[in-house]
């Protein structure tokens, strides 16, 4: 199984059929990853972003891994705490766009920035990416300073967001 292992947490990327059920049957996704039942699911904006993950991955299976979502565990209690979503692989720039998102009782104890740094690091061993994209809402705060500790720079604004760069 493909996975980036820290300290702390267990980064994997969702096939198809787990994507599926990520979106379909969040129970038995845990369950396929052996995790402690959370007893929540995703929200229906949730389940609208990861339907179109879900295009990606049935449009690139070999490759999946770059347009998918990556469940974040933390190992310490078997659990699902967070995603880190991957929006396909390089463009012509060598630029691939991430997402991510931690539960909020998580949240204030590095595990984003851990998480974000290892998948990063992934991310800019393959030799067709020069830069990794995120983007934050300009109100939070939070995020931006994870990204400032793992390494992007902000390098331009839109109406709503900040977008930030990591470079090779």
């Known amino acids: 199984m493909i996975g980036i292992n820290t300290n702390r ?10 994507l599926e ?3 379909d049957d969040f129970e038995q996704m845990e369950t396929n990853f052996h995790l402690n039942i959370s007893g929540k ?17 049935k449009s690139n299976p070999m490759n999946y891994m770059w347009y ?11 659990y699902m705490i967070g ?23 998580y949240r204030c104890n590095g595990y984003m920035t851990e998480a974000l740094n290892s998948i990063t690091k992934w991310i800019l061993l393959n030799p067709d990416i020069n830069s990794v994209i995120a983007d934050t809402l300009k109100t939070n705060i939070p ?26």
């Open 83 to 105: 995603t880190i979503m991957l929006k396909g692989y390089p463009n012509e720039n060598g630029e691939v766009i991430i997402g991510y998102a931690i539960n909020e009782e």
């Open 68 to 78: 998918t979502v990556w469940i974040i565990i933390l190992k310490e209690i078997n």
């Open 143 to 168: 995020s931006q300073k994870v990204l400032k500790k793992v390494g992007f720079s902000f390098y331009r604004e839109d109406d709503e967001c900040f977008w930030w760069k990591l470079q090779t």
């Open 9 to 18: 947490l267990f980064i994997i990327p969702l096939d198809q059929k787990n």
């Open 41 to 57: 699911n995703p929200s229906e904006r949730q389940k609208r972003v990861w339907r179109i993950r879900l295009n990606g991955v």
């Open 21 to 23: 059920l990520f979106i």
